[in-house]
């Protein structure tokens, strides 16, 4: 049994821990997978590679309608894979030699599955085959979450073949037929990507719109439009899924009755759980919620001393902003007990990398009205601004919502080009508490760029001093 003063498991945001400040510490990290964990090697990065030659392919399409008059010709998916991966794993590959060389001669690598058995104690299941125990001071769980499974037969007993989000940026060839499972981010984003690239696809969500997180204006404009490009099953649920010649076969049960569907690949894409019961933390007396998520506190401490936890494993938000953010207060924290910096939630943005792309912060309208909250709001569409209007958007717009009593902003929610670039203003102007009557009015707005939205949907809001106590709304 080897003991550390630093046990830190999970190597995504947790690896960003260990700088010069530990340099007079032992600090163990312990990883099962691929260093520099889901965002590097399986999450954001490479999706977001596979969504920018899938916009290239969406503009060849496009183009015509302005004039521009170009040809799809093929998608190489072996070659857009090979150099997104060719890319990515020389990362990986860099990030654990750093680790485990002569810069880092105060840190060990274990590589291998964690799980506790005791109080501050860690058993891993090396991938030499040989298990080793390793205790610490304190201990970072960063160890992310998992995809889940859904309980249907063929899928939980593995009998049908099928990818998660793991696997299906590797395949060797690009399907000429996909089913998506899941109607979130995941699913969205994917069902785009094979879609652009020319790819039949289905898409099945048991709800009655696809991502429904979103502003309600904002999922229904976007089914909309995804239900143009691609096919999708609403309000359908899967309840056999088998292998087939060819692929899978699925039997769904929807709003047309029971049918059989069937694909070259079927993606699984149906959430993620925290890794924190397959890390059995609770043996080392840590607690979990009700969603199987690590309880911490505002500076990131579990209720175990010296424990704290980052990222998905305990955040309510899944995304690697968060999971970044936390890892630099766990980082303070850990240096700082006497001075402790809290996490800051208040305002968590979001984007959806598809076409239209989609973005979001603060509440959405719907949640305003259910919680009481008094607002105000404009729906500023993209084609009544400059940069809109002359590329002939139709449909697309931002909505803000603000406090009618201090004109300070609630939430924002944009769907059309550029959604996820073009929000950032309105992210801080809350998270300075900034008016929207100042972020309007006390800058210039390049004209005419796309941020004009911006400008206009703050300018359309109505003045605070005028407003009604009640929801007022500027369409
Ligand atoms: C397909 C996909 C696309 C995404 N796109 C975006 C995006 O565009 N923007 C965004 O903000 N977020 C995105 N996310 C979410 C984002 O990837 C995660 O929120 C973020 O990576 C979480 O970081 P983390 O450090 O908490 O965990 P991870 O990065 O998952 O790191 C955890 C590490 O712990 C290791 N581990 C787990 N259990 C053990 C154990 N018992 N022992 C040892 N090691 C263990 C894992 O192998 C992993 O490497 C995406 C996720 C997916 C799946
Ligand atoms: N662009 C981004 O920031 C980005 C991209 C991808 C993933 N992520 C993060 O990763 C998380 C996980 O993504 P996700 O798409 O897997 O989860 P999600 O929570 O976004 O969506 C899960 C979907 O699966 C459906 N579902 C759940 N159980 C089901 C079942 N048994 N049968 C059928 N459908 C079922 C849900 O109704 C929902 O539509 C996201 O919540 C997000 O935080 C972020």
Not at 162 to 178: Q, V
Not at 242 to 258: F, Y
Not at 300 to 310: C, H, K, M, P, S
Request: proline share 5%.
């Amino acid at each position: 049994m080897t003991h550390f003063d630093l046990v830190i498991i999970g190597t995504g945001s947790g690896n960003s821990i260990p700088g010069p400040e530990f340099d007079g510490q032992s600090i163990a990290i312990v990883e099962a997978g691929l260093f520099g964990g889901t965002c590097l090697n399986v999450g954001c990065i490479p999706t977001k590679m596979f969504v920018h030659p899938a916009e290239l392919a969406d503009a060849a399409r496009q183009g015509k309608n302005l004039g521009v008059d170009a040809q799809l010709n093929a998608v190489d998916w072996p070659g857009i894979r090979d150099r997104i991966f060719g890319r990515i794993d020389a990362i990986e590959a860099g990030g654990r030699e750093y680790r485990e060389g002569p810069e880092n001669p105060n840190v060990t690598v274990f590589s291998g599955h964690g799980r506790f058995t005791g109080m501050k104690t860690l058993s891993v299941d090396l991938h030499d085959g040989s298990t080793t125990e390793i205790t610490g001071d304190q201990f970072v769980l960063a160890a992310g979450a998992h995809a889940v499974i859904p309980d249907v037969p063929g899928l939980v007993d593995g009998a049908a073949p099928f990818h998660t989000s793991d696997t299906i940026m590797r395949i060797d060839e690009l399907p000429k037929s996909i089913i998506v499972l899941g109607g979130g981010y995941i699913a969205a984003e994917f069902a785009h990507v094979f879609s652009s690239f020319g790819v039949q696809v289905t898409q099945i969500a048991r709800g009655h719109q696809l991502l429904k997180s979103q502003d309600q204006d904002v999922a229904a404009l976007f089914t909309t439009e995804a239900a143009k490009r691609y096919t999708v099953l609403l309000n359908t649920q899967v309840s056999e899924v088998r292998p087939a010649d060819t692929g899978v076969e699925l039997s769904v049960d929807g709003p047309e009755g029971a049918q059989t569907l069937r694909a070259d690949v079927l993606l699984v894409a149906t959430g993620r759980q925290p890794n924190a019961e397959r890390l059995a933390v609770e043996l080392t007396g840590v607690a979990l919620d009700t969603h199987g998520r690590v309880v911490v506190d505002e500076y990131q401490r579990t209720n175990v001393e010296g424990i704290f936890a980052l990222g998905d494993i305990s955040a309510a938000h899944q995304l690697k902003h968060v999971a970044n953010h936390e890892a630099r207060v766990v980082k303070h924290n850990l240096k700082h007990p006497d001075a402790l910096i809290a996490s800051d939630h208040r305002f968590v943005p979001a984007a959806v990398f598809t076409n239209p792309q989609i973005a979001s912060v603060g509440v959405t309208e719907h949640e305003a009205i259910t919680r009481g909250i008094a607002y105000v709001s404009k729906t500023q569409n993209y084609s009544d601004i400059a940069a809109g209007w002359a590329r002939e958007d139709h449909g697309h717009f931002l909505k803000v919502l603000a406090d009618p009593a201090t004109g300070l902003l609630l939430g924002a929610h944009a769907i059309g080009p550029e959604a996820a670039t073009i929000i950032q203003p309105l992210i801080q102007a809350m998270s300075f508490g900034q008016t929207a009557h100042d972020v309007a009015t006390k800058q210039y707005w390049i004209h005419p760029a796309l941020s004009e939205l911006v400008e206009n949907a703050l300018l359309g809001l109505p003045a605070p001093l005028d407003a009604p106590s009640a929801s007022t709304s500027a369409n």
